[in-house]
């Protein structure tokens, strides 16, 4: 073994491995065929798959268990121990590899022995049987030694290990490695960072292991990432049953997983790794801890598009849709934008990703209402807090519809459908839903009367502030009855405040009123005579009243309201 293999308590700044044998590599190719170079001509051929190994019965066969008992089948049903053996062994662990590691130790050739290559010699000794009862120093204990002082101590051996352990699967759980592999990996994970003394990968952007004297907190998921997804899921449980780990970490560990594997699945995979990737995405959302924390909004809505393109079970999008709902007043618009860039156009021109984008952002919001409504209660505070999500979550849909309202693809009845999908009271102004409308209507010039009018039923005028009432009025794009409608609810503001400006009038009148005759009362014999002040006060009073001018009264003819019918 290397100088490192001891010392435990260094830096694991190298692999660990293990040197066997001190003969020369004497095996040599010749197109399909490994021989081995010697005077004594092979007796025995095996064949594994698309290769054939002519070796000699001595001295692999003494070691060999296995091949003891097919020489002596062989042997018996031939009758002749001259004849060279045949024998196919296309079901060993470990293939081609692992076979001719066994074999090499038979002859005593160095090997060398590391994480690498542990498992498919390991699987292959043990197919073999070369085992003590066998042969003493035989292969399979010299293996396990190495296994257990070595790759077992070793954070990155053991993540090794198991990364090729996934070809024999099956031999590996039977014989123990990858349930010792991920004991050995979840006791590092939960080793405090402090104590952390071996190697690991971390790439994050801006850190330098050189300025950062302390281990992050999440130092290991990087390594972790490259496990095959089973494996990846046994650690992740066996992390998360401790309960030590808060689950922000373990959210943390699945999103390095995510970009690690699935970061470059773009619009509908055609590839051949849909079924794998599909396997991935729903194990992902299946490891999410239930805390409400323990992943960002950016990742959900991320993970649920992928969950969308990918083609993942109803029971499984409806999962990550509720986790999405939760966080949704968390969002941004950047976050419903999970199409940077649109995708090819199906035969009908319609932009297929766009619609299961805004499909995806109308299901999160219906989620969020059903689960808003559910959660609305008397109380005073709980409604104030529950007001301000909604109207959060209101802002950020239209602010959303602003941007999507761009592109030339968006049909208008997906536009109304997100629009119409929030209730009243999340939209306490409707200057944004206007803003969308109008971007909509200048990016889609080409869209009937109609579509236009049905658009515009979702705009409140009542909610537009003065700014954009007075942009409405002179807005083209808009229908002439909605143009009449803000016209309407103008002029309804303007007699509003006539209104209230004549009451506070006609008080001053009665006021004046009362004071003349306060005075008539003091000073008997002073007739209808009052004093000059007062005479003044009521002259003017009496001014202000003066009848509509001729333009007024045409407009009064004419009202917006009577345009709005005929309309």
């Known amino acids: 073994m290397n100088g490192n293999v001891g010392g435990m308590q260094q830096i694991e700044a190298v692999m660990k491995f293990m040197k066997l044998g001190t003969r020369p590599d004497t095996f040599h190719t010749q197109e399909a065929t490994r021989t081995v170079i010697s005077e004594t001509p092979s007796d025995l051929s095996i064949k594994i798959n698309n290769i054939t190994y002519l070796i000699h019965k001595f001295p692999v066969v003494p070691k060999c268990g296995l091949l003891q008992r097919l020489c002596s089948n062989h042997s018996s049903s031939k009758n002749n121990g001259d004849e060279k053996i045949r024998i196919e062994l296309h079901e060993i662990p470990g293939g081609e ?20 290559n542990f498992v ?16 003493e120093g035989n292969f399979v204990s010299k293996l396990e ?102 689950p922000p970490l373990i959210g943390e560990a699945l999103h390095v997983y995510t970009c690690r ?122 409604n104030e807090q529950h007001l301000r999500s909604i109207r959060k979550v209101g802002k950020l849909i239209d602010c959303y519809l602003q941007v999507v309202a761009r592109d030339r693809k968006m049909c208008v009845a997906k536009m109304i459908c997100v629009a119409e999908a929030l209730p009243d009271h999340a939209r306490p102004t409707h200057d944004h839903i206007y803003k969308a409308i109008n971007i909509f209507l200048k990016e889609h010039p080409d869209i009937s009367k109609a579509e236009k009018k049905r658009l515009c039923r979702v705009l409140n005028c009542q909610k537009l502030t003065p700014e954009l009432r ?66 003044q006060k009521l002259r003017r009073s009496e001014s202000t009243r003066s009848k509509p001018s001729g333009k007024e009264s045409h407009k009064m003819k004419a009202s917006p309201k009577m345009l709005a019918n005929r309309c």
């Open 97 to 116: 590899d692992g076979f001719e590691l066994c074999a090499k130790f038979c002859y005593g050739i160095t090997i060398n022995l590391s994480a690498h």
């Open 120 to 135: 498919s010699a390991f699987c292959a000794a043990n197919f073999l049987g070369m085992y003590e009862s066998t042969d």
């Open 145 to 246: 030694s190495f296994f257990i002082s070595c790759i077992l101590c070793g954070w990155k051996d053991s993540i090794l290990a198991l990364c090729s352990s996934v070809g024999v699967s099956e031999w590996c759980h039977n014989l123990g490695i990858t349930s010792k592999c991920i004991d050995s990996i979840v006791h590092n994970i939960l080793t405090p960072p402090p104590k952390v003394t071996w190697s690991y990968t971390y790439t994050r952007p801006g850190y330098n292991k050189k300025n950062h004297r302390s281990v992050p907190k999440d130092w290991w998921t990087e390594d972790i990432a490259d496990l095959d997804i089973n494996l990846f899921r046994c650690i992740v449980l066996a992390i998360s049953s401790t309960c030590i780990l808060p």
């Open 261 to 382: 594997w699935l970061s470059d699945v773009r619009g509908r995979s055609t590839s051949d790794n849909v079924e794998k990737n599909r396997q991935i995405i729903e194990t992902i959302i299946g490891l999410i801890p239930p805390d409400r924390e323990s992943v960002s909004v950016s990742f959900s809505l991320r993970v649920l598009h992928l969950a969308n393109v990918l083609g993942a079970s109803q029971v499984t999008k409806a999962e990550i849709i509720r986790r999405c709902s939760l966080l949704l007043e968390e969002a941004t618009v950047k976050d419903l934008l999970f199409s940077n860039s649109m995708s090819k156009d199906d035969d009908n021109g319609q932009c297929l990703e766009l619609d299961d984008d805004v499909d995806l952002v109308v299901g999160v919001l219906e989620s969020y209402l059903m689960m808003w409504r559910r959660n609305n209660s008397d109380d005073d505070v709980e």
């Open 470 to 535: 007075s942009h409405a009025v002179k807005n083209e794009r808009l229908p002439l009855r909605t143009v009449v409608q803000v016209l309407f609810f103008e002029q309804e503001m303007k007699g509003s405040k006539t209104s209230r400006q004549g009451v506070v009038e006609g008080t001053e009148e009665d006021q004046l009123q009362d004071e003349m005759r306060c005075e008539q009362k003091q000073r008997p014999g002073s007739g209808d005579l009052m004093r000059p002040q007062t005479q």
